[in-house]
């Protein structure tokens, strides 16, 4: 089956500064890549997604990239604020369909005022 | 609309008993799936649903039974409990297949003692 790996496991970052997150898939069949991002005692909340048909997709300070051949995607953060401390998640699905999602393990994104 | 609800919020169990978690949406979507989350770790999926009658084993399914008698709920029965199920657990929906995004629950924290 699918798996996913995401580093860091946790990030500290200044505020104003950019924040990286990395996720690797296994499964080349994977189509489709969304971010979550989840603060404590919280539901996980989707903030970006990316198909596999796409290399990029922006949505104001936040952006994620797709490189299909390496099999991996990122998300990317700029001018960090404190509202952006949380633990992210990335994951993978594939299929047309279906809604079997594979998660990374998260990483914890502390921003520093 | 609600959303996606799950109830109870909390739950404390004893060793060997049997429970329900309940997870219901109002926005007609016909897949619905149950996740656990277990500390710093990412949500790994234990059974889902593509519509009405019609459920599959996830990643970690033993010790779990879904039904879906109806496009708007999905419980998920924890048979016998065992410690190794405390955690939070996180019931999701999506639309049709021309959609991607899940919406997720507000969560069920369980105990297991």
């Known amino acids: 089956g699918e798996n996913v790996e995401q580093h860091p496991s946790t990030l500290s970052v200044q505020e104003g500064d950019s924040a990286v997150i990395k996720c690797t898939y296994s499964?080349?069949?994977?189509?489709?890549f969304p971010w979550y991002k989840q603060e404590l005692g919280k539901r996980p909340q989707l903030i970006i997604d990316?198909?596999?048909?796409?290399g990029e997709k922006k949505d104001q300070r936040i952006a994620v990239t797709l490189n299909k051949t390496a099999k991996h995607f990122s998300l990317h953060i700029t001018e960090t604020q404190p509202e952006d401390s949380a633990v992210y998640f990335c994951?993978?699905?594939?299929?047309?369909?279906?809604?079997?999602?594979?998660f990374g393990g998260g990483t914890r994104v502390l921003v520093k005022p | 609309n609600a959303g996606v609800t799950q109830t109870p919020k909390f739950q404390v169990l004893k060793t060997g008993q049997s429970m329900t978690l309940q997870c219901a949406q109002d926005?007609?979507?016909?897949?619905m799936s149950w996740y656990r989350q277990d500390p710093g770790m990412g949500l790994r999926l234990i059974h889902y649903?593509?519509?009405?009658?019609?459920?599959d084993q996830g990643e970690v399914p033993n010790g779990y039974n879904v039904s879906r008698s109806t496009t708007e709920d999905f419980p998920l029965r924890l048979l016998s409990a065992a410690p190794s199920q405390t955690s939070v657990y996180f019931c999701?929906?999506?639309?049709?297949?021309?959609?991607?995004?899940?919406?997720f629950g507000p969560g069920t924290r369980l105990t297991v003692l």
């Open positions: 990316i198909r596999s048909n796409v």
């Open positions: 926005m007609n979507h016909e897949y």
């Open positions: 994951a993978a699905k594939k299929g047309a369909a279906g809604n079997k999602l594979t």
């Open positions: 499964d080349s069949a994977s189509n489709y």
């Open positions: 999701a929906s999506k639309g049709g297949s021309s959609t991607d995004t899940q919406y």
């Open positions: 649903s593509v519509g009405a009658g019609i459920t």
